[in-house]
Nanobody, 121 residues
Framework: QVQLVESGGGLVQAGGSLRLSCAAS????????MGWYRQAPGKQRELVAA???????NYADSAKARFTISRDNAKNTVYLQMNSLKPEDTAVYYC???????????????WGQGTQVTVSS
């Protein structure tokens, strides 16, 4: 089994910062892409930021210049540093990992349970 567990969400005022963490555990051979998605009420889940095992990153336009994604491959952990938060950043944030459980195995998507981020104006 594979588990992704997020932490670090909460309530913050506009202009504040939060750091999200997501640790993957279980039977893991390799994690290729890891990313953060978010889903606001009444909206579809959207990509916020993603990072490859080599460290290449990709950001949604709304996250550029304010959010930074990073990862610790030795710990199978991905982070999202969020600065200059805005009320429109309010959403449930989900961690995603594209994981191979053994050598030569297929890659599958795994998701965390989500962590709530609320930004007050």
């Amino acid at each position: 089994q594979v588990q992704l567990v997020e932490s670090g969400g909460g309530l913050v005022q506009a202009g504040g910062s939060l750091r999200l963490s997501c640790a993957a555990s279980g039977s893991i051979f390799r994690i290729d892409h890891m990313g953060w998605y978010r889903q606001a009420p009444g909206k579809q889940r959207e990509l916020v930021a993603a990072i490859t095992s080599a460290g290449s990153t990709n950001y949604a336009d709304s996250a550029k210049a304010r959010f930074t994604i990073s990862r610790d491959n030795a710990k199978n952990t991905v982070y999202l540093q969020m600065n200059s938060l805005k009320p429109e950043d309010t959403a449930v944030y989900y961690c995603n990992g594209k994981i191979r459980r053994w050598y030569g195995g297929d890659e599958y998507d795994y998701w965390g349970q989500g962590t709530q981020v609320t930004v007050s104006s």
